[in-house]
């Protein structure tokens, strides 16, 4: 019995050992994002491919994967990211720089992929994944009569008293907070970027945040994770938060009582990038070739309500409607791009935050923690 | 003594004196060899981080190897106006230097924290800078963007000179180093770390204080009950010592939250409306009520363990000699428990000034601490330098407590059992 019982043990061990050097590890954001992704395009990808891509959580940022390049041992090879951080991890080197049409398929028409993406990419070790908004949604059953509209009625404590939830960071609450106060965003927001390029733009908008926290009808709660804030809604801790469209949608499927406000909501590019000297490069490669193909990318649209960065992906599932996996809801109209829900929009200037993102951080973080 | 005795010799002749000393020779050898490995790993995972993060929070020479002919021509100008022609040229040389090896992102990085904005700019610089003519760079540069002609830029790339810096230092009790050198405190709008730094101490003052108060009853009850019942009661403070931090955490959430199950109690009975429901987490209260219970059983346990050791009888001679009730416990028993006192307050002190998880958790904005901070600036920011410098102060601190208590107490007065 001791026997048998090492020699499984061994087994078990060698098999783990070969199965991880063959294998590709995709680090995302977890819960039904994740899920789309590994259902979407991750799981087809490694069926046609002949290994299997792992998929593990983590919460953003460059820290994890800085530390495992410092340690001499990394441990992933594709990391989802933000705009922000594909532009300082390319700084760092942390990433391969891609060849755009090289290094990823034609769309079915013959459209070179890099004439095939919706937007120009932030930096050379960017490939873009998905378009997602940062909007906000309220609990259907516990708002009263009146329904919240726009921007400004998520600040507007008289009208729909309670708390809000609100991002950790200041990445869009700022522009939030401007766009609520009464500055017209202009085509993608460019009016709000000028405004909070000055002191006085950053203080103001700060300031619209700190006030709706500590008013007495009001207040926040911070939510870092992208489940945290159906939770929130449904649970009635807050009346209402912000939030990644996507998230919210995949609740209301869920039969949560949601609402999504879609006015002044922040579009926002996701990436995905290929660590340099990662574990299983080669394969790396192969795998978000396959991934950010035309139908990887509208496959994981089928999972969730985010708009796939190809524009033929968008072909697809406009010819295979209602395109989500329940067979019964049109998934265009539910996109962050779809032409009703982007009448009063901006867009999230990774540029600007890549530039302020730290200085912002520490005002940011002083405000916070001076909140009453 | 006669200084002519005579050595005592062994039998095969050799001075007794050395054959001792050789004898425990080996002794030594061999118990250095057993606490070896654990000195070894003691090294490994402690002394050699510390020493890391010592030298990491003021080790500022990646920059200073970058720019070698900026620096030097730097040193001429005085910081007050745009630096002159020979600054712009060799920092553009050096500039070209690090493209040519593909680490100007490193550079990029480093001076965007130094003074944000530096990001953009370099990268527009390194677009438009294939287009440069000879001579005149100060124009050129200058024309590229119009930061670069602000003197703060410039000044900034000044301040990250010195291969060695305590600005890391500084800054982690609001203060900056300012364009004439001397030592000021930061813009109000970001003072954050004293701030910080006081609602540490004083959240870790008051945990100890509320674990002080519900321990010392516990623990007298639990020493002075009969076996099978204080056994019993034990299990009661061990078991949620046992179950995993994050479980506990994670219940009194869903115990305070507004829409908790303590609110919908209160709100039951009456005593709160329905719409009014008290705040008890997501704030300070929240940190103070989850950290005393989670830190409970460390005071509990000492203060136990040395009320075990009290004779009743010493209590009952008090009151046979005239004391009130009162007074017996204020002069033979109390006294007697200060030992187990100190011990679980040093204990619950020390690792409450370095609590974690659960105020990142249930704090909100008004109930982190400095060690949320902390790990803001290595998950977020990447300014590890910074972290490792508040990291060591946080050490140094808790060595100074100790250190206090030593003196003030005595270190050997504390009892664990």
């Known amino acids: 019995m001791k026997k048998i019982s090492k020699l499984l043990l061994a087994i078990s061990f060698v098999l783990s050992i070969t199965s991880s050097a063959f294998a590709v590890t995709a680090v995302s954001w977890g819960g039904a994002y994740t899920n789309s992704q590994k259902l979407g395009y991750g799981d087809p990808a490694a069926k046609k491919l002949g290994f299997p891509i792992n998929w593990v959580d983590y919460s953003g940022g460059l820290s994890e994967i800085t530390a495992q390049k410092e340690a001499g041992a990394i441990t992933w090879d594709i990391i989802d990211v933000y705009a922000m951080d594909t532009i300082n991890g390319c700084d760092e080197g942390l990433f391969v720089e891609f060849d755009f049409d090289k290094d990823f398929g034609p769309a079915p028409d013959g459209t070179p992929a890099s004439k095939d993406f919706f937007a120009p990419m932030p930096s050379k070790c960017a490939v873009g994944n998905i378009l997602y908004s940062w909007n906000y949604a309220y609990n259907t059953d516990k708002i009263g009569s009146k329904k919240p509209k726009t921007i400004k009625d998520f600040f507007n404590t008289k009208k729909f008293p309670g708390k809000r939830g609100i991002y950790k960071g200041a990445l869009t609450n700022l522009e939030i907070a401007l766009a609520a106060d009464g500055i017209k965003p202009g085509k993608g927001g460019a009016n709000i970027y000028k405004a909070l390029n000055t002191e006085k733009g950053v203080a103001r908008a700060m300031n619209k945040i700190k006030a709706l926290c500590e008013d007495p009808k009001g207040g926040c709660v911070f939510w870092s994770g992208g489940a945290k804030p159906p939770e929130l809604l449904v649970s009635g801790e807050v009346v209402m938060s912000t939030g990644w469209n996507g998230r919210f949608f995949n609740a209301q499927m869920d039969g949560a009582p949601l609402a999504q406000v879609w006015d002044g909501q922040g579009l926002d590019y996701q990436y995905m990038v290929v660590v340099k000297g990662g574990p299983n490069e080669a394969d790396a490669m192969k795998a978000i070739k396959e991934m950010m193909s035309t139908e990887g990318l509208a496959g994981s649209a089928k999972h969730i309500a985010y708009a796939p960065f190809r524009i033929s992906s968008l072909d697809i599932i406009a010819k295979g409607e209602p395109w989500y996996k329940d067979g019964k809801t049109n998934m265009l109209p539910q996109m962050p791009s779809a032409k009703v829900n982007t009448k009063n929009y901006f867009l999230v200037d990774p540029l600007y935050w890549a530039d302020n993102g730290t200085e912002l951080g520490e005002k940011w973080e002083a405000m916070k923690a001076g909140l009453k | ?417």
């Open chain 2, 1 to 417: 003594m006669n200084t002519d005795t005579k050595q005592i010799l062994t039998s095969d002749g050799i001075p007794l004196e050395k054959s001792l000393k050789k004898a425990e020779r080996v002794n030594k050898i061999k118990a250095f060899l057993l606490v070896a490995p654990l000195l070894l790993f003691l090294i490994i995972t402690y002394i050699s981080p510390i020493g890391d993060m010592l030298t990491r929070s003021v080790d500022d020479k990646m920059i200073t190897n970058m720019l070698p002919k900026t620096f030097k021509a730097m040193e001429k100008w005085d910081g007050q106006e745009l630096p002159p022609e020979e600054v712009f040229a060799s920092f553009l040389s050096d500039y070209k230097i690090l493209i040519e090896a593909q680490t100007q992102g490193k550079l990029t990085q480093r001076l965007n924290k130094e003074k944000n904005g530096f990001n953009s700019i370099l990268k527009k610089l390194k677009r438009k800078m294939k287009s440069f003519e000879e001579g005149n760079t100060k124009e050129q540069i200058m024309l590229v963007h119009k930061r670069f002609a602000d003197v703060s830029y410039w000044r900034a790339i000044k301040r990250t000179a010195p291969p060695y810096s305590i600005a890391k230092y500084l800054k982690a009790v609001d203060m900056i180093t300012d364009e004439n050198g001397s030592v000021v405190k930061v813009e109000e709008n970001r003072r954050i770390y004293v701030k910080l730094w006081i609602r540490t101490l004083e959240v870790a003052f008051f945990v100890t204080l509320f674990c002080f108060l519900m321990g010392y009853p516990i623990a007298h009850l639990l020493a002075t009950i009969p076996m099978k019942y204080s056994n019993l009661l034990m299990i009661c403070v061990l078991l949620p010592f046992w179950t995993s931090l994050l479980v506990r955490t994670a219940s009194w959430m869903i115990i305070l939250q507004q829409q908790g199950v303590l609110n919908d109690f209160f709100v039951l009975i009456g005593l709160v409306s329905d719409d009014n429901r008290p705040e008890m987490m997501y704030n300070k209260i929240g940190t103070y009520v989850a950290m005393s219970q989670i830190l409970l059983p460390f005071m509990v346990l000492p203060l136990y363990s040395v009320m075990k050791t009290i004779s009743p009888s010493l209590v009952r001679a008090g009151k046979s000699l005239g004391g009130t009730p009162f007074t017996t416990f204020w002069k033979v028993y109390f006294p007697l428990t200060a030992s187990g006192i100190g011990a679980g307050s040093l204990l619950v002190f020390i690792l409450a000034v370095g609590y974690y998880i659960t105020p990142e958790l249930v704090g909100g904005a008004s109930g982190t601490l400095i060690s949320n901070n902390i790990a803001y600036h290595m998950k977020q920011t990447l300014d590890w330098s910074f972290a490792s410098a508040m990291g060591l102060m946080l050490l140094v601190g808790v060595m100074a407590i100790y250190w206090i208590y030593n003196k003030l107490v005595g270190i050997d007065n504390i009892k664990l059992g």
